[in-house]
């Protein structure tokens, strides 16, 4: 069974950054595509980012477009999400999950889903 757990979460300031990690167990993450997925208070979950499984294509939310970025470390088994300029409305709980085939944002294409880190900017 393949297993997501997300870490790196907290309180942070606005214009600090943070980085949340993807760590998998059970399964290599080699082959699926992984994508970061955020859900703010009252709000519905967003599509934030995604990597290809080979790490050669990545996609951005435009919201957080040239200050978020994602990464993988095949041999760490792991998935980063590198957040920078953080802003307020960056507030949620931040899931990743796992896909095999054609990469997409699209959360039905996602079979294996972590339980949420939550990442609050406030001052």
């Known amino acids: 069974q393949l297993q997501l757990v997300e870490s790196g979460g907290g309180l942070v300031q606005p214009g600090g950054s943070l980085r949340l990690s993807c760590a998998v167990s059970?399964?290599?993450?080699?082959?699926?595509?992984v994508g970061w997925f955020r859900q703010g208070p009252g709000k519905e979950r967003e599509g934030v980012s995604y990597?290809?499984?080979?790490?050669?294509?990545?996609n951005y939310a435009d919201s957080v477009k040239g200050r978020f970025t994602i990464s993988r470390d095949h041999a760490k088994n792991t998935v980063y999400l590198q957040m920078t300029s953080l802003k307020p409305e960056d507030t949620a709980v931040y899931y990743c999950?796992?896909?095999?085939?054609?990469?997409?944002?699209?959360?039905?294409?996602?079979?294996?889903w972590g339980q949420g880190t939550q990442v609050t900017v406030s001052s």
């Open positions: 999950a796992a896909g095999f085939g054609i990469v997409t944002m699209r959360p039905a294409r996602y079979e294996f």
């Open positions: 059970g399964f290599t993450l080699d082959n699926y595509f």
């Open positions: 990597i290809s499984s080979s790490g050669g294509s990545t």
